[in-house]
């Protein structure tokens, strides 16, 4: 069921590039959307209205969040996960048409300043135009938006044209070793994944600044995985991952073994990942990863309720002084929010 929760006065309900699959509906209180000009790059600060949704199109497209949700004064918002907000909007159509009025609206306001940016006066095809977007943004220092429009032109046009040129620009990507941003991998928000387990990352593997290839049997396989994750297909994902984990390939094992656990707390089998993750930390009590396994367990015991559990991995990550920015505004926002 949706539930109610209270935020302070200048506390931050979520962070820009956070994933989640929360969405956010305010009941009472003030709160500010802070985001920047897709053009000029000037602050924007858009007011959340009593009543109003918020958070919808990054849990349901599942990709970061692109704001920064800010309390004014002492707010109380209804949190609906995404499966509680389908099934209510469902049943209440006029909330359907009200959200598409404003995407609408928001998407040709988008269109709008690309077009201008790309200082095009000529209509182009939809193949050529998504590349031309991703190629600018990829020029323009912006890698993350980079990323995600590249990679949405590989998903839909695998054969295309620009599709060799697309794939080095992301390979320049990879090499800045940016936080992916794409929905398949959203990292999300809570024991699903967050950024919850949702948190907008790249999957374990890709994290590293070398980038294995997919040419072993282990990394094909790891791949097939996360492809397979990023379809919702969790119980699939988790046996793949499961068999890249076992052929031992160094490059792919432990992030193989992170993600099993990530497809755990997506199916919401949250005994059965603290057990995984547990033994994990045994196993590799060294490994790159273990700040952000530890804050994967700790959203799990806080899905679980064990809030007082939780906390406890939440400050050990902040204790580990870990350079992921993302990962430490992750942590603080969760230990607010206990």
């Known amino acids: 069921m949706p539930r109610s929760m209270t935020y302070k006065s200048n506390s931050v309900i979520y962070f820009e590039g956070d994933s989640s699959n929360r969405i956010y509906v305010l009941k009472s209180g003030k709160v500010t959307l802070t985001s920047h000009d897709i053009e000029t790059g000037q602050e924007i600060h858009n007011r959340v209205e009593t009543g109003e949704f918020f958070g919808v199109k990054s849990a349901l497209g599942r990709y970061p969040q692109e704001e920064n949700a800010v309390v004014v004064s002492t707010a109380e918002v209804i949190v609906f996960t995404v499966p509680e907000f389908e099934e209510f909007a469902c049943q209440n159509t006029r909330v359907i048409l009200k959200m598409l009025k404003v995407f609408s609206t928001q998407l040709r306001r988008i269109h709008a ?7 095009q006066p000529t209509m182009v095809g939809p193949e050529h135009g998504l590349f031309q977007i991703g190629e600018f943004f990829h020029r323009q220092g912006k890698m993350k938006q980079a990323r995600y ?3 949405r032109y590989l998903e839909v046009y695998p054969n295309g044209p620009r599709a060799s040129r697309a794939k080095e620009l992301l390979a320049g990507v990879e090499r800045n070793d940016y936080l992916y941003s794409g929905p398949s991998h959203s990292e999300p928000s809570r024991a ?4 919850a387990s949702g948190e907008a990352e790249r999957p374990a593997a890709a994290s590293r600044g070398e980038q294995p290839g997919e040419e072993t049997p ?15 297909e969790f119980q ?29 707390m997506h199916l919401q089998r949250h005994d059965d ?3 995984h993750f547990t033994s994990l930390v045994q196993r ?18 806080e899905e679980k309720g064990e809030r007082e559990r939780a906390g406890g991995f939440f400050k050990k990550v902040q204790s580990l002084a870990s350079t992921d920015e993302t990962l430490q505004k992750q942590v603080a926002h969760a230990i607010q929010n206990l």
Request: glycine fraction near 8%; aromatic fraction near 12%.
């Open 192 to 195: 699903d994944g967050h950024g």
């Open 149 to 151: 429009v590249l990679e």
């Open 284 to 301: 590799y009590p060294k490994m790159e990863e273990l700040p952000r396994v530890l804050y994967y367990l700790g959203r799990v015991y």
């Open 113 to 119: 300043k690309v077009t201008n940016m790309l200082d």
């Open 236 to 264: 699939a994902a988790f046996k793949t991952f499961r068999e890249a984990a076992a052929m031992e390939d160094p490059d792919f094992t432990v992030p193989s073994l992170v993600e099993a656990g990530r497809c755990l």
């Open 218 to 232: 282990a990394g094909r396989r790891y791949y097939e995985a996360v492809s397979m994750f990023g379809r919702e």
């Open 273 to 275: 990942a603290i057990r």
